[in-house]
């Protein structure tokens, strides 16, 4: 099983700054098979990235998605108020999937 | 619009089992794979596995093996998970989700409103 360890835990972060979210896999991960969500509470996830690099239907272009291998990045340009949230990552290369534990986003 | 419906929340007592149902529609059921994700008070999401609606196989997470049961009715357009020897540790919302395409290699795209499955004695 591969498992994805997000860091940091929480990010206390202004409106306006930028969010850099880390997600490392422990086994290569394709990065076809990476995605990421967006969750706030009381809420089901929302699919922000896929493909680690594609946007989602109706995601702001602020959310960019990069990285290969065994290390993945999601950038949050200049946060709105809304996007203070918990961010998982996920990966589906292989026919056992496995989500990060998170990294919550909060405003400082 | 993609509907995934799922049963009323349970309260079972240690070492039952409890069956959640997630009744989908408005697309054809089977050609997107359904995963069953839950997520306990406070804590982030954990997979627990898929089921192929089209022919019925299913994969699990190592942790839920022989302890888990994902199936499907097509003329109903329904999907299950059950989940035996209940603990207090699988308290938690259990929430069915599309993937978006016809394998695994797609990621979620909907998600049911979950089931609020308790544990208590």
């Known amino acids: 099983e591969i498992v994805l360890t997000q860091s940091p835990g929480t990010l206390s972060l202004s409106p306006g700054e930028r969010a850099t979210l880390s997600c490392r896999a422990s086994?290569?991960?394709?990065?076809?098979?990476l995605a990421w969500y967006q969750q706030k509470p009381g809420q089901a996830p929302r699919l922000l990235i896929f493909?680690?690099?594609n946007r989602a239907t109706g995601i702001p272009d602020r959310f960019s998605g990069s990285g290969s291998g065994t290390d993945f990045t999601l950038t949050i340009n200049r946060l709105e108020p809304e996007d203070f949230a918990v961010y998982y990552c996920?990966?589906?290369?292989?026919?056992?999937?496995?989500f990060g534990q998170g990294t919550k986003v909060e405003i400082k | 619009q993609v509907q995934l419906v799922q049963s009323g929340a349970e309260v079972k007592k240690p070492g039952a089992s409890v069956k959640v149902s997630c009744k989908a529609s408005?697309?054809?059921?089977?050609?997107?794979?359904l995963h069953w994700v839950r997520q306990a008070p406070g804590q982030g999401l954990e997979w627990m596995g898929w089921?192929?609606?089209?022919?019925?196989?299913?994969v699990y997470a190592e942790k839920f093996k022989g302890r888990v049961t994902i199936s499907r009715d097509t003329s109903i357009t329904t999907a299950y998970i059950e989940l035996s020897a209940l603990s207090s540790d699988d308290t938690a919302v259990y929430t069915c989700?599309?993937?978006?395409?016809?394998?695994?290699?797609?990621?979620?795209?909907?998600w049911g409103h979950g089931t609020l499955v308790a544990v208590s004695s």
């Open positions: 493909g680690a690099s």
């Open positions: 089921i192929n609606p089209n022919s019925g196989d299913t």
């Open positions: 086994q290569s991960v394709r990065s076809t098979f």
């Open positions: 408005d697309y054809t059921f089977t050609n997107y794979y």
């Open positions: 989700a599309r993937g978006r395409g016809y394998s695994y290699k797609f990621p979620i795209d909907y």
């Open positions: 996920q990966q589906y290369d292989r026919s056992v999937w496995t």
